[in-house]
């Protein structure tokens, strides 16, 4: 999933979206929109999309992280953000899936409306590597495409 929107318009839909009550923050890069779902609020804005995708994610993090980006003589008033397997990529500085609990779907026909944290469990087989982060879906929001699985992973 990658796309370029502008800066202070993601800032602010963050702080529109997202509260307290709700960790977890849907992104979903779709179509020339991207669309911010925290618990029942949601938002969007125009964004240039290279790469459709949905990722669930820590909304505390990204927004610290936005806030330290200036728009400046060295930076743009637009970012470009890049999720993959591996991590997130915000602008220049790229972050591992370890260090910010990423769940990323290719397929936003496909990706599941919401996911929910719970406990690890001993006896869960392996699963893709994409899939290894300690949320899993909440059944009740909408049904899971028949590849999905995910386990916990102690930090």
Not at 64 to 76: I, M, N, P, R, T
Not at 114 to 123: G, H
Not at 135 to 149: G, H, K, Q
Request: hydrophobic fraction near 40%.
């Amino acid at each position: 999933m990658r796309f370029l929107v502008p800066r202070v318009a993601l800032i602010r839909l963050l702080r529109v979206v997202c509260h307290a009550g709700h960790p977890l923050l849907r992104i979903e890069a779709l179509a020339g929109v991207l669309t911010l779902t925290c618990g029942d609020t949601e938002a969007g804005c125009e964004a240039a999309i290279s790469q459709p995708g949905v990722c669930f994610l820590r909304h505390s993090k990204l927004k610290k992280l936005l806030q330290s980006y200036h728009s400046d003589a060295g930076q743009s008033a637009a970012i470009e953000i890049e999720v993959t397997p591996e991590g997130i990529r915000v602008g220049r500085t790229t972050v591992s899936r370890d260090g910010w609990e990423i769940s990323l779907f290719a397929n936003p026909a496909t990706a599941p409306r919401t996911l929910r944290f719970r406990l690890p469990r001993e006896d869960e087989p392996e699963t893709d590597s994409q899939m290894l982060l300690p949320f899993v879906l909440d059944r009740t929001a909408s049904p899971a495409p028949a590849s999905f699985s995910c386990r916990s992973i102690q930090p």
